[in-house]
């Protein structure tokens, strides 16, 4: 603060000193346009050199002014973090205070008055994830710093992953052997056009693997852009595809929560939305009511 009242303070002296210069240069030229031999050479003016001499220190003060409210911007974290078995890792570190806090331009947190930061960041899957940590403050690219972070899956999750992958697998290969064995049933029956069973397996392939709405699979199945199949093929396969719809949404609500750190309310309106996931809101709200369990 005083800093800043001294700086003006000089300021207001040089541009005095430099109008008393610029007042004695415009006698100097005066008399020198009347008669040249009545002044001594400009040289030996002394207004001349104050007035550069102001002129120097002016562009010096309005310089180191301008950015003495720049301050450089704090960031200390680690370089590496490890989950626990669930695989989540809690991120801290310090900052400057009150800067937005973020990984890979997703703001993830903000710091408190002191700098001091903390946020829960969780793992796709095993595997050892790098991350660009940035800090900055209203969007400032001149306040931005960033680093690199790892988070490490811990050993527990490592194994508890493993084991996920196996029933998972499992699971989906039982269900791929029923899904088949339905299939290759219905195609038996001579009644059903050979179109309504490709709409059929298509449509099971959808809910069962892109855990997609009832009304989405029919979009995509009717679609000129998307299956191509006619209005009657693609209401034989949502009238015999087997799926818990309730189930897609869940899964569904769960990618935007952990891949995209969106809100229930968001979750919820893009489950439901006629440009989004078309669920009912009957199946969007089984998801939101169980998605943190």
Same mark, same amino acid.
């Given at each position: 603060?005083?800093f800043?009242?001294?700086?003006? !303070?000089?300021?207001?002296?040089?541009?005095?000193?430099?109008?008393?210069?610029?007042?004695?240069?415009?006698?100097?030229?005066?008399?020198?346009?009347?008669?040249?031999?009545?002044?001594s050479?400009?040289?030996k003016?002394?207004?001349?050199?104050?007035? #550069?001499?102001?002129?120097?220190?002016?562009?010096?003060?309005?310089?180191?002014?301008? *950015?003495?409210?720049v301050?450089?911007?704090?960031?200390?974290? @680690? +370089?590496?973090?490890? *989950?626990?078995?669930?695989? #989540?890792?809690?991120?801290?570190? %310090?900052?400057?205070?009150?800067?937005?806090?973020?990984?890979? @331009?997703?703001k993830? *947190?903000?710091?408190?008055?002191?700098?001091?930061?903390?946020?829960?960041?969780?793992?796709?899957?095993?595997?050892?994830?790098?991350?660009?940590? +940035?800090?900055?403050?209203?969007?400032?690219?001149?306040?931005?710093? &960033?680093?690199?972070?790892?988070?490490?899956?811990?050993?527990?999750?490592?194994?508890?992953?493993s084991?996920?992958?196996?029933?998972?697998?499992?699971?989906?290969?039982? %269900?791929?052997?029923?899904?088949?064995?339905?299939? !290759?049933?219905?195609? +038996? %029956?001579?009644?059903?056009?050979?179109?309504?069973?490709s709409?059929?397996?298509?449509?099971?392939?959808?809910?069962?693997?892109?855990?997609?709405?009832?009304?989405?699979?029919?979009?995509?199945?009717?679609? &000129?852009?998307?299956?191509?199949?006619? #209005?009657?093929? !693609?209401?034989?396969?949502?009238?015999?595809?087997k799926?818990?719809?309730?189930?897609?949404?869940?899964?569904?609500?769960?990618?935007y929560?952990?891949?995209?750190?969106?809100?229930? !309310?968001?979750?919820?309106?893009?489950?439901?939305?006629?440009?989004?996931?078309?669920f009912?809101?009957?199946?969007?709200?089984?998801?939101? @009511?169980?998605? @943190? %369990?």
């Amino acid at each position: 603060m005083y800093f800043v009242q001294i700086l003006m !303070a000089l300021t207001l002296g040089l541009f005095v000193l430099l109008a008393v210069s610029i007042y004695f240069g415009v006698k100097y030229y005066q008399a020198y346009r009347k008669d040249k031999s009545s002044v001594s050479p400009i040289y030996k003016q002394w207004w001349l050199y104050t007035g #550069v001499i102001s002129l120097l220190f002016m562009f010096a003060s309005l310089g180191s002014g301008s *950015t003495e409210n720049v301050k450089p911007t704090k960031l200390t974290v @680690n +370089e590496t973090f490890v *989950t626990n078995d669930k695989g #989540v890792a809690t991120i801290s570190g %310090k900052t400057s205070p009150d800067y937005d806090v973020n990984i890979d @331009n997703l703001k993830q *947190t903000a710091a408190d008055s002191d700098g001091n930061f903390s946020f829960e960041y969780k793992l796709k899957d095993a595997n050892k994830k790098s991350l660009r940590l +940035e800090v900055e403050k209203n969007f400032d690219s001149k306040t931005k710093k &960033s680093k690199t972070i790892y988070v490490k899956p811990s050993d527990s999750f490592i194994a508890a992953e493993s084991s996920s992958v196996a029933a998972s697998t499992s699971q989906s290969a039982v %269900k791929a052997s029923q899904s088949s064995q339905a299939t !290759a049933e219905s195609s +038996e %029956k001579a009644s059903t056009p050979v179109e309504y069973t490709s709409a059929l397996i298509k449509a099971t392939s959808y809910a069962k693997m892109m855990h997609m709405s009832k009304q989405g699979i029919y979009d995509q199945l009717t679609s &000129s852009a998307g299956e191509g199949f006619s #209005v009657d093929a !693609a209401q034989y396969a949502i009238d015999h595809v087997k799926a818990d719809w309730n189930a897609n949404a869940l899964a569904k609500a769960k990618d935007y929560q952990n891949q995209m750190a969106m809100s229930p !309310a968001a979750i919820q309106e893009q489950l439901t939305s006629s440009a989004g996931e078309k669920f009912t809101p009957e199946e969007a709200q089984y998801a939101i @009511n169980n998605l @943190n %369990k």
